[in-house]
T-cell receptor, first 114, second 114 residues
Framework: AQSVTQPDIHITVSEGVSLELRCNYS??????LFWYVQSPGQGLQLLLK??????LVQGIKGFEAEFKRSQSSFNLRKPSVHWSDAAEYFC????????????FGAGTRLAVHP | DGGITQSPKYLFRKEGQNVTLSCEQN?????MYWYRQDPGQGLRLIYY???????QKGDIAEGYSVSREKKESFPLTVTSAQKNPTAFYLC?????????????FGPGTRLTVT
């Protein structure tokens, strides 16, 4: 079955440290992969996406993610976290199914201490 | 400025009443989606539509209904048959051709039913 797993429900870090949010997916074909960010009470904003080509993709707000086919992973990274990065982060995989279907992980809530 | 609007941002209803959530987009997208978000569960698809006058059930359609009379609009009705309607509702849209699965999200409507 197609699925997305984000193993960390909550992560707390201090401002200025590096960050890695984990995402693992289960899908038989080459996936389309996405990271979205959601501030409290807001909609989802696309951070970055992977369709093909270079497995290291750059996104907005200084984020990047690396697609590792052998590990079925698409982890999100940022070298230095800012207090404004506190939000919920969702990994999603696009799968075939008659329409542009997205399957979302349960999300990782990030808290940043000053 | 293209985007998706959802109204109202907050909605309060008494149990047993139907309520309609508005979603409008000016991105010229053919496909539109409704998701429900509950804490710790990510996003779950309620309904989607790939073309005017056509829509399909998603994973949790029971107790909900939609219409798609115009390309720009995809209202969601939460009926009294929905057993647990209190949630955050997100509308999204995407292109249909190209298949990159990227979806654009509105700001959401928080529905509280008491």
């Amino acid at each position: 079955a197609q699925s997305v797993t984000q193993p960390d429900i909550h992560i707390t870090v201090s401002e200025g440290v590096s960050l890695e949010l984990r995402c693992n997916y289960s899908y038989g074909a080459t996936p389309y992969l996405f990271w979205y960010v959601q501030s409290p009470g807001q909609g989802l904003q696309l951070l970055l996406k992977y369709f093909s080509g270079d497995t290291l993709v750059q996104g907005i707000k200084g984020f990047e993610a690396e697609f590792k086919r052998s590990q079925s992973s698409f982890n999100l990274r940022k070298p230095s976290v800012h207090w404004s990065d506190a939000a919920e982060y969702f990994c999603a995989v696009g799968v075939s199914g008659g329409y542009n279907k997205l399957i979302f992980g349960a999300g990782t809530r990030l808290a940043v201490h000053p | 400025d293209g985007g998706i609007t959802q109204s109202p941002k907050y909605l309060f209803r008494k149990e047993g009443q139907n309520v309609t959530l508005s979603c409008e987009q000016n991105l010229n997208h053919d496909a539109m989606y409704w998701y429900r978000q509950d804490p710790g569960q990510g996003l779950r698809l309620i309904y989607y539509s790939q073309i005017v006058n056509d829509f399909q059930k998603g994973d949790i359609a029971e107790g909900y209904s939609v219409s798609r009379e115009k390309k720009e609009s995809f209202p969601l009705t939460v009926t009294s048959a929905q057993k647990n309607p209190t949630a955050f509702y997100l509308c999204a849209s995407s292109i249909v051709t190209g298949g990159n699965h990227e979806q654009y999200f509105g700001p959401g409507t928080r529905l509280t039913v008491t």
